[in-house]
């Protein structure tokens, strides 16, 4: 049987710590074939073909670059994607890992070019720009998987499957909180994820939103956001702290505070975590996750070298960690390789079987509901536009019309 190729579009953070990992890992594997990777310039993919980490995991492997290394690694091509997507025969894979406002223009060129896609989080800026790319994805019988990581750590799937067999009741009242570490605010957060464009809740906070349904099935219906308004450090303005307030569609509210603030120097790489309030019958119930710390404690004998690390740390092998397995290289393990390598795996078994048995696979995958699918989480990009409209507002509330394809507006 052949394998599939696959294709990356963007060659920044994510696809260092989790995209390209994984796909290694598949490769050793011998489960998909050639890596391809298109970044806007020659000098992301030379940063990331020299990467330590990724060099000393997988020994041996490589990825073809667009553009290639030999060129000035400074010329812009931000067009040449399109070529190497249309370049690929049909049923192949496309990874989507760039900027969250080019993603729809990638996902229409590779929908386009007949190939099935696994896309970063957020799928596209509107819901009309989604419903686009499900009717498209139909007709051609294209996977279309949005990578929220966070549904593939076993604390989420076990929720759920306890959640819908009924052990909590139904969902009242929640708190969520997701700060990255204040030295964000010096990487290229401050070009672009300023107040025109973006804040700290549509960045960060649409995971717990994503969650509270993937556990309970429940849909937000309105959203009202405070953002404080602050300066990078090139002078930029960003809401770089924000509370949110979600109103769902049993009448539960979830409260979600967002901040590129938390103090670099306490162990952790961010601090995050869950809490949901239910009631049954006669007696209330909890949920309770702590997705920070998760139980261990490292103290070094000197600080270890990379962005953001401490002294004193309390690490977690759940996202994403390297192990040695007795080589060559490293194994990587946790929920951001076991959620890539599921949209991946669901991409193949669609592959180029018939189309009718395509859409019914597709329909599996929107029914299901463990791969976020555009068709089953219109609900996030209209969260997202409803939130923009509400923190651009002074924190009014933007109440959520499921559609189709939905649409937001200020109460
Ligand atoms: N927790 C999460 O789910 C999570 C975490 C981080 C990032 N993301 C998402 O991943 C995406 C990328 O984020 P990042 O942090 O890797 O960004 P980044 O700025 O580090 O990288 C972006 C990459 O896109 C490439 N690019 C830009 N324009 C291009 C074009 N026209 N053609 C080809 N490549 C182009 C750039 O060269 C760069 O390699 C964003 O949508 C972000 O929201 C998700």
């Known amino acids: 049987m052949s394998v599939p190729q696959v294709t990356i579009v963007g060659g920044g953070m994510i696809t260092?710590?989790?995209?390209?990992?994984?796909?290694?890992?598949?490769?050793?594997?011998?489960?998909?074939?050639?890596?391809?990777?298109?970044?806007?310039?020659?000098?992301?993919?030379?940063?990331?073909?020299?990467?330590?980490?990724?060099?000393?995991?997988f020994p041996g492997q490589s990825f073809r670059a667009w553009p290639d290394l030999q060129g000035d690694l400074d010329k812009p091509y931000p067009d040449l994607f399109k070529e190497v997507v249309r370049g690929m025969a049909p049923h192949n894979v496309v990874v989507v890992a760039v900027p969250d406002q080019l993603h729809y223009g990638v996902i229409k060129t590779a929908l386009d070019a007949d190939q099935h896609v696994?896309?970063?989080?957020?799928?596209?800026?509107?819901?009309?720009?989604?419903?686009?790319?499900?009717?498209?994805?139909?007709?051609?019988?294209?996977?279309?998987g949005i990578e929220y990581h966070k549904r593939f750590d076993d604390r989420s799937l076990l929720a759920r499957r306890r959640y819908r067999e009924g052990l909590f009741g139904e969902f009242k009242l929640g708190t969520?909180?997701?700060?990255?570490?204040?030295?964000?605010?010096?990487?290229?957060?401050?070009?672009?994820?300023?107040?025109?464009?973006s804040d700290a809740f549509a960045y960060i906070g649409c995971h717990y939103v994503d969650l509270v349904h993937f556990i309970t099935g429940l849909l937000p219906v309105a959203?009202?956001?405070?953002?404080?308004?602050?300066?990078?450090?090139?002078?930029?303005?960003?809401?770089?702290?924000?509370?949110?307030?979600?109103?769902?569609?049993?009448?539960?509210?979830?409260?979600?505070?967002?901040?590129?603030?938390f103090p670099d120097d306490a162990p952790g790489t961010n601090t995050q975590g869950l809490t949901m309030y239910c009631a049954g019958q006669e007696k209330g119930a909890l949920i309770f996750h702590s997705d920070q710390y998760r139980g261990m404690k490292y103290c070094y004998t000197e600080r270890p070298t990379g962005a953001g690390?401490?002294?004193?740390?309390?690490?977690?092998t759940d996202y994403f960690q390297y192990l040695d397995l007795g080589g060559p290289g490293l194994i990587p393990v946790g929920y951001g390789y076991r959620s890539v390598e599921h949209i991946v795996n669901n991409c193949i078994r669609a592959g180029s079987q018939p189309l009718d048995e395509r859409r019914r696979i597709l329909k599996e995958f929107d029914d299901t509901g463990v791969m976020a699918t555009p068709a089953n989480s219109r609900f996030n990009e209209l969260v997202m536009e409803a939130g923009r409209l509400s923190i651009l507002n002074g924190g009014r509330e933007a109440v959520i019309d499921y559609g189709p394809p939905g649409a937001v507006r200020l109460r």
């Open 16 to 57: 260092h710590d989790q995209i390209l990992p994984t796909l290694y890992q598949m490769q050793r594997q011998g489960r998909i074939g050639e890596i391809n990777i298109c970044a806007l310039k020659g000098r992301f993919l030379k940063e990331l073909a020299d990467a330590e980490t990724l060099t000393r995991a």
């Open 176 to 197: 969520a909180a997701l700060l990255e570490k204040w030295y964000y605010r010096h990487s290229n957060f401050q070009n672009w994820c300023t107040v025109e464009n």
């Open 309 to 316: 690390t401490t002294v004193y740390a309390e690490p977690s």
């Open 223 to 261: 959203v009202s956001v405070y953002g404080i308004r602050d300066r990078y450090p090139n002078g930029n303005e960003g809401f770089l702290w924000t509370d949110a307030r979600v109103i769902w569609n049993n009448g539960a509210c979830l409260n979600v505070q967002n901040a590129l603030g």
């Open 118 to 144: 696994c896309s970063v989080k957020p799928l596209v800026l509107t819901a009309h720009e989604g419903a686009v790319i499900e009717e498209e994805a139909y007709q051609r019988g294209l996977v279309v």
